[in-house]
């Protein structure tokens, strides 16, 4: 078309210039994309700054006098250098100086921890810190540039000597590439370079600014693909009250309440109120309406709020004018490696200057003290006087380390008489001792480069370390599942004749409260079962059996099931677990043949196994109508097998005759310390075999006592001293210090009350526990102050449980003794028997996964396991089942 319009034109006779735009797009594109990139968001490996950044710091260093300067003016001088507008460059400079590092702030410069913005730049101030000009400036080990304008020379990189990109972090988006580093401790990075300047390994993770918890896991070393999680710090202030003090990386007071209100509104917690007391430090306190678990409230916080996220680094710098992808790791052994060749560098221009200095201070020697001034007297003419000098010299520059130049000449002509007068040859000696003293030590430091480095990171750690210990703790997380611990916040209806289910149905059954994010399980009478989501209405099947809220992995659920097979098949009765399914999936219970029915159904939480009677229909020859059937005596099994038969002929009913009690074994609890929770899955220590009624025994520095119910959900805190099954005639023994009476006592007691927290030292602000004990026969050592002029009396071992009788948890105690205590140490207890507890029936529980062969037909033998041991079932003429 544009070569139409060319012919057009020139038979038109038409001068008009036409610009082919072909690939003009395409190139201007990728200068943009370039520029983005190497001038604006991504920072160089070199210094670990930004543009705006670099010329930010070389702008401060150019007004620096040791005094404030208006960051109006400093953003004013910046743009000399920097091509853009002042907006920009003062609101990196405020987040250089949120990082605490290079810039000293004066004035109100936002806060982090709030989101709060800083003051306009004419009311804010700042100056280099002294940690800046001492790592980041040195004119002559820089190379310098022209500014975009040609008028001004900036630095093309600025000499840092320390991982200054690590330690600040750097985030940036361009043109099709972005860069996240996370911020990591400065004492850690100096830590880590030293490690790698002697050949070590090292490790980095990252430390943030707000504090809380974190998880690096996944960390892969700041790379592509890896993932941190961070948290909320969140205790328990009260059994009504929790309190944030520290909040995740990335995440303001205000953001973070606005999740938990959001929360809130969609019923995913229940929160009563929030008040937000943050000023230095962070304090929110979400106070909790009667009745909600504090424990679960903190899983659901970090499961659907701000108090838990994930950030996804990637490491990517400018090297060389181009984008690099690397990890930390490799950045820190850059970084420490360009530090020790500046520091070489500088080293080299220390000994340059070093060796002028003592040459000229030789050179002037000799021209004094040998009087060569007076040759250049009769002189008329420079070159004369060059030459007169140069001779007079020649006797006397053989220890000289270059040759003498002509303007090293010209320098000896500049010196005043009045000087060469007052010439001391002994301080003028002691200069050039002093000198040749710091070649010496120069040259020194250059033949040990490595460990003058390792010192110069020490230094710096020496006096800039302080108060940059780490902030955030590193921590294994646990998995929250959200289904556990979100806020049932709706209820649950069923249609059993329709074979509706649903929030919706108010005016059918009610079944349970759920949570709009729930599975249901159903089953029918068909022999059909199904796991749906919560729904407002859902068909599932007719004549309903069974709904409830579907537990993933639940092996301690357990089903009891007669079924008849087919039209007028035989019955079975089996048990089993549900423990994963395919959600809306309807799978069969029964053999799947048309006309099965379920005879009878109970879901039981624990396991229970209840006594049930067949009643059969009468028949012609048949003799016995009716028996009983124990499902403690069948196995649990998975969900597919058939189960075993109970008879051939046609059943009429089958009824309850006793209820149940659990058949599964106490369940084994573990607490792992790494992740301060408990666990079924073998992590960590035992803590022992729990039944429903058994519960846990927790005990607290602070002398707070309680006994809670051991869900996995459950929060401990650091303080905790004991942590084990509680068993309640078992006495607690404890030796406490009372701040009132300035005296140790020992008290012997029994939980009274096991749903009460109770403090069980006195509450004087002085008393403290000193140590405590579950023992049954505990002794004690104590060891006695030693009086002045006297020799320390022997130490004193105590049987506690002969000291003192037990008494209540609100008795003082018997004085330990009158003397003056140094400390009270635990003993190994006297060997004692305890009751045994009465053991539970155990039956192992086969998770669904495992395949079992199921019986032939034609087999007249069936077994089961009862308590572990085979039994035989019978099956007579008449199609019944004996059990013997």
Partial sequence: MIEENDEMNHENGNQETITRVTGMYKDWFLDYASYVILERAVPAIDDGFKPVQRRIMHSMKDLDDGRYNKVANIVGHTMQYHPHGDASIADAMVQIGQKDLLIDTQGNWGNI???????????????????????????????????????????????????????????????????????????????????????????????????????????????????????????????????????????????????????NEKGKIKVKKIEDNTAAEVEILIHLPSGISPDKTIDA????????????????????HKPLFIGISEMLRRSTDNTVELLKQDLEIQ?????????????ERIFIENRIYRDIEEEETWEGVISAIDKGLKP?????????TEEDIARLTEIRIKRISKFDIDKAQQKIEALEGKIEEVKHHLANLIEYTIAYFQRL????????????????????????????????????????????????EY?????????????????????????????????????????????????NMIYRDGSRGPSYIKRFTVTGVTRDKEYDMARGNKGSTVWYFTAN???EAEVVTILLRQKGGLKKLKWDIDFADLAIKGRGVR????????????????????????????????????????????IGEFRGEDRLLIIKQSGLLKTIIPELSSRFDDDMIILEKWIPKKPITAIYFDGEKERYYVKRFKIENENKEEVFISDHKDSFLEIVSTDWKPMAEVVFAKKRGQDRKENLEINLEEFIAVKGINALGNQLTKEKVNQVNLLEPLPYEAPEETPADEIEVVDEEVVEEEPKASEQTKKGKSNGEAKDYDVDDEGQITLF
């Fill in 643 to 686: 189960g075993n038969l109970v008879t051939k002929n046609a059943i009429k009913r089958v009824e309850l005759k006793y209820k149940g009690v659990s058949t599964l074994k106490p369940r084994k609890i573990w607490f792992d310390d790494t992740i301060q929770r408990l666990n079924v899955d073998g992590r960590g220590e035992l």
């Fill in 511 to 559: 079944v349970c409260d759920c949570s709009d994010i729930d599975d249901i399980i159903v089953f029918t009478k068909d022999g059909k079962m199904m796991v749906t989501k919560v729904g407002s209405k859902t068909f599932v099947g007719k004549n309903i059996l069974h709904v409830a809220v579907f537990k993933k992995k639940d092996t301690r659920t357990v089903y």
């Fill in 113 to 263: 921890l709030t989101g709060d913005r800083a003051a306009a730049s004419r009311y804010i101030e700042a100056r280099l810190s002294k940690f800046a000009l001492d790592v980041v400036f040195n004119p002559k080990i820089t190379e310098w540039q022209a500014s975009y304008d040609g008028r001004k020379k900036e630095p093309v990189n600025l000499p840092v000597m320390f991982p200054l990109l690590l330690a600040q972090g750097a985030e940036g988006i361009a043109v099709g590439l972005s860069t996240k580093i996370l911020p990591h401790n400065f004492n850690e990075l100096i830590d880590a370079s030293v490690n790698h300047l002697r050949g070590k390994r090292f490790k980095l993770f990252p430390d943030f600014p707000t504090g809380g918890i974190v998880d690096i896991t996944n960390y892969n070393d700041g790379l592509r693909g890896g993932k941190v999680r961070v948290r909320a710090r969140i205790s328990q202030l009260n059994k009504n009250t929790l309190v944030v003090n520290e909040i995740p990386f990335a995440t303001t007071t205000s953001s973070l309440i606005d999740s938990i209100l959001k929360a």
């Fill in 396 to 404: 006397h520059i053989k220890h000289l380390k270059r040759a003498v």
């Fill in 351 to 363: 000994l340059g200057e070093f060796e002028e200095q003592w040459h000229f201070a030789s050179l």
């Fill in 301 to 320: 916080l970090y499961a659907f709020t701000k108090c838990e996220n994930s950030i996804s680094p990637l490491g990517c710098v400018i090297e060389d």
């Fill in 605 to 607: 939480p624990n396991g």
């Fill in 461 to 508: 750690k020496k006096e800039y370390g302080k108060g940059k210990e780490r902030q955030t703790e590193i921590r294994i997380f646990d998995d929250v599942d959200a289904k556990k611990v979100v806020i049932r916040n709706t209820k649950l209806y069923v249609n059993r004749e329709e074979g509706f289910i649903g929030t919706s149905l108010r005016r059918n």
